[in-house]
């Protein structure tokens, strides 16, 4: 286990206290004993600190003088903490080998140091850059390239010609490359689009479990550098979704829609096809984006929960809402109050 | 297959009519033929016995005048109707072997008559107790503990030092204790906070397929003894979900959120995080909960369907809203109402 | 790569313009070279072939005036384009073998040219028709039908005594046939009812990626022939979907309700259980669909986003509309003016 000096050395931090004093882990000032590193991240947490037990607390220079145990300053508390997780990190390493029951095409081209684990199938004319690392009952299709230092978790599926950038992460039994939702309805039936693209991801992404990114019809779905993506969100065939944007779990994004960079997607927001997102757009949880967004900001839609009676009288009027709105139209000109609108919609 | 005086002394049950009588499987009211045992679930649902074929019916005591079959007379006659499906149950049975084609490692600590299908994976140092089923093709990760009775289905994934308890099922394509979605913003982009802890599931615990349970960040996810989960439900990093509480098909619970005991959550709802939801809360499908929820009751938020011409005018009148509600003060103002209420917000 | 001749033989089309011109790729309007083929699906696109370089365009005879280049001519162009999809298709093709990796039960009767990949898992009982294609790492549970010419994609789970018709195709992480979430309230908490009935899926039916469909506890959940299904879709037990159906992403059906044929549900659409919807319902994403419906037509719900500010008032005057139709009656009876409706409720 590091000490607090060493703990400042690593993270190029100015340390206020004893540098012998050994971390066993991280937590929570909550929660935090004396044996633990805890933080600060933000201005409106510091009064926590008064009933915190921690052995160390990592915390911005001006709010020194509200701590008197040891303490790490940061400009940047919570990026500090973050980095400082990586020190404690638990996971379990990889082999750097190919498991003699993982089965790998001979024309594969695999790189120095790679892992591919039990059952995990890598198909012909795969490339993996050094230090892949193919989790068990993974599935790698035909042609994909996997950058260097990547990691495909267990039973995740990446399809055929995708192309995976460097230190990324795709969560277990997430699909990458399936069909897109494509068909033409026809007096027959629905007759299938062959999905002919593919997908594009960049460096840095991270992709959570159980989510799907499809391939594109005629132009490939892209995911740029350094967005990170939830679990069970649903990328339609031919998405942009631009660099360093957040996506949150069970958000889906329909078919052709172009998202800037740096926008947040809380839950279950859906979006519609063929949109386009302006940078730096927020959208709150199960937001309805039916339309292009094309300045920068915070948006959200939906009604908040109510007790059920109450609600469903709510709801009801909902439906007399234009209705309503006429009434008070009548109601205005009856009185001779001006309309302060066009109503008439 | 068992005859009705079979099936009353295992259910411990008073039977009306003849012993003797075979019966084939378990049917509705209305698809019963005389081979068949049906049930009134509640007296609602009388009224369609006058219909039925069937060939013996669980009733409540207060019921019997209603049928002059042959009938199973039980207090809680839904829960007969469970518990007799456990008798005509037709899954099939775990081989109570270790396939050749399963990866164990040596130093997991296998319990008695295990079986472990084709193709599954369990890493080092797991410990799996009596009985445990892991599916073909399923994952469990280093470390990782699982009670007796439990079965993992296949291509399920349990990463590592996760701990479930005994009788749990975990269906096909669910991830449990993958990274929870943690990240802290810089300047150069997202910094991944690793996920130091873990997942913590009690006893008779069911998940159901697609489904993803994060690991925590600082501190444990907990799911609760008797708790049942429904498919693709989304269980954020260091949320609890308390015991008995069920949750259904597509609902999302965000990090850090605890929800009481004996909770019903709805398809499709979503929870912000960091949020306290009371015990014996029910939300309505599709519910918006951006906030605590401090008292038990029923909840719903959303607006019906309708036709769309309708609805078009219905949802721009809503973002009217607070214009609307200006005007009803001016009007009642000008013509000397006295206002119900404070809407100056 | 084909000719325009050839094409045109291919697709039973007139062709106007040199047979002999080779075509590369298929291209949408805007990023088609003199090398591809292209299309227009609607009038209201023909603006957009003046600035095409498009080597050839598949166009309506009627449109054939506003372009001087190669044509192929189709009363349907949207289909032929489809159709011409499957001449360009580029995914992997079936070995027609079982890889000596994949585990086959030897009661397992298994059509000719069936390919079976690394890593899948055929139980006992199973029937597989000719050319069907277990993907890697996939699941078949015993006793499971698969008819001719499907393919289930690698690490999909199809359970025990599952039927799926011809020509289907089941994508990556999908599971089939996993039970419903069927519990019984007891006082000693949830009591499970098995799930003892299964799941059909009809010919020519796709399901996307990372979706479930649910088997039935008394009666079989049913998917008829043509439909298509998304990813992430959730069919609980005892749905019926309509021939031709299509299902779009994250939407979720609950148990036993039956949608016609010829819907179209948008993505994230979510129905309760035990609805009727009748044929060629078209549900609006997002839509909440809480009683049946009787009408064929379109339908919607939610409200549109807004920015964070305005929204926040419009949620706030939601929960205020009861009161605000009660305040809105007082004063057209104050004024003297005649309601329009009954809003006694």
């Given at each position: 286990m590091p000490t607090l000096g060493g703990l400042a050395t690593a993270l190029e931090l100015e340390l206020q206290g004893d540098p012998e004093r050994v971390i066993q882990r991280l937590a929570s000032l909550e929660s935090a004993t004396p044996e633990d590193l805890s933080f600060v991240s933000?201005?409106?947490?510091?009064?926590?600190l008064s009933g915190s037990r921690a052995g160390a607390v990592i915390l911005h220079p001006d709010w020194?003088?509200?701590?008197s145990g040891c303490a790490l300053l940061s400009d940047t508390p919570y990026v500090t903490f973050a980095r400082a997780t990586r020190i404690f990190d638990n996971h379990p390493q990889a082999s750097g080998q190919i498991h003699q029951r993982a089965s790998v095409a001979d024309s594969a081209r695999i790189g120095a140091d790679v892992s591919i684990d039990a059952g995990a199938c890598v198909e012909a004319d795969v490339v993996l850059g050094d230090r892949v690392w193919i989790g068990a009952g993974a599935y790698v299709g035909h042609g994909t390239h996997i950058g260097a230092d990547t990691v495909i978790k267990p039973n995740a599926v990446i399809c055929h010609e995708v192309r995976i950038g460097a230190r990324c992460t795709i969560h277990p039994n997430t699909t990458i490359g399936a069909d897109g939702f494509g068909f033409a309805p026809s007096a027959e039936g629905w007759v299938k689009i062959e999905q002919l693209a593919s997908v594009i991801i960049g460096d840095d992404v991270e992709i959570g479990s159980n989510s799907a990114v499809d391939r594109g019809a005629l132009e490939d779905t892209i995911v740029e550098d350094g967005a990170i993506i939830d679990n069970m969100v649903q990328i339609g065939h031919g998405v942009r979704v631009g660099s360093r944007t957040a996506i949150a779990s069970q958000a889906g994004i329909s078919g052709s829609t172009q998202i800037g960079a740096r926008c947040v997607i809380a839950g279950q927001v859906g979006m519609a096809g063929h949109l386009t997102i302006a940078d730096d757009v927020h959208i709150g949880g199960q937001g309805r984006v039916a339309s292009s967004v094309t300045e920068p900001g915070h948006y959200s839609s939906g009604t908040p929960i109510q007790p059920l009676r109450a609600w469903l009288r709510s709801a009801s009027r909902f439906t007399q809402l234009d209705q309503m709105a006429r009434r008070l139209s009548e109601l205005e000109k009856a009185v001779g109050l001006e309309q302060k609108e066009d109503d008439s919609a």
């Open positions: 933000e201005k409106k947490h510091l009064s926590k020194a003088a509200s701590w």
